[in-house]
């Protein structure tokens, strides 16, 4: 068995060390970090640290660790602000507009084509038929009864 015996009371904080002091988190170092961002916010840490003459990793810890910057966000080109696809996207816009165009003509077109053929059949039926017939026609028509019950009424 091996005894341990204390002679005296000894500290449990580190012994100084040799070699050369940590300079990098000075004061001075992170405000030069800090106003260099301040100044351009798109500057990436590699530059900074080339510009400031200091190891990337310091600079990448004086942002993120003694000044707490974050990345806010990142804006990523969409396909829609992309020339080619807002151009496709022009293009499928108005083949729309053309179609709709195209419909609605066809529509009033037809709706016209209507109205004469139903003239000329009124005008047809007018001219063969005799004119008592066209009048026991027209009495007993729809749009005649329902303004004579109209008149009836007031």
């Given at each position: 068995m091996v005894y341990l015996v204390w002679r005296r009371p000894k500290s449990l904080d580190d012994e100084p060390k040799s070699g050369r002091p940590?300079?990098?988190t000075n004061v001075e170092n992170t405000t030069r970090v800090d106003e260099l961002i301040k100044f351009d916010r798109r500057?990436?840490?590699r530059e900074t640290a080339f510009k400031l003459k200091s190891p990337k990793s310091t600079v990448h810890e004086?942002?993120?660790?003694?000044?707490?910057?974050r990345k806010v966000s990142s804006r990523k080109s969409?396909?829609?602000q992309t020339p080619k696809v807002n151009r496709k996207?022009?293009?499928?816009?108005i083949a729309v507009v053309v179609?709709?165009?195209?419909v609605v003509v066809v529509v009033v077109v037809v709706v016209v084509v209507v109205v004469v053929v139903v003239a000329a059949a009124a005008i047809v039926v007018k001219h063969i038929l005799s004119p008592s017939l066209f009048t026991v026609l027209f009495l007993f028509s729809p749009i005649f009864l329902s303004s004579q019950s109209n008149s009836a009424l007031t």
């Amino acid at each position: 068995m091996v005894y341990l015996v204390w002679r005296r009371p000894k500290s449990l904080d580190d012994e100084p060390k040799s070699g050369r002091p940590k300079t990098s988190t000075n004061v001075e170092n992170t405000t030069r970090v800090d106003e260099l961002i301040k100044f351009d916010r798109r500057m990436k840490i590699r530059e900074t640290a080339f510009k400031l003459k200091s190891p990337k990793s310091t600079v990448h810890e004086k942002v993120h660790d003694t000044l707490k910057y974050r990345k806010v966000s990142s804006r990523k080109s969409t396909d829609l602000q992309t020339p080619k696809v807002n151009r496709k996207v022009v293009v499928v816009v108005i083949a729309v507009v053309v179609v709709v165009v195209v419909v609605v003509v066809v529509v009033v077109v037809v709706v016209v084509v209507v109205v004469v053929v139903v003239a000329a059949a009124a005008i047809v039926v007018k001219h063969i038929l005799s004119p008592s017939l066209f009048t026991v026609l027209f009495l007993f028509s729809p749009i005649f009864l329902s303004s004579q019950s109209n008149s009836a009424l007031t």
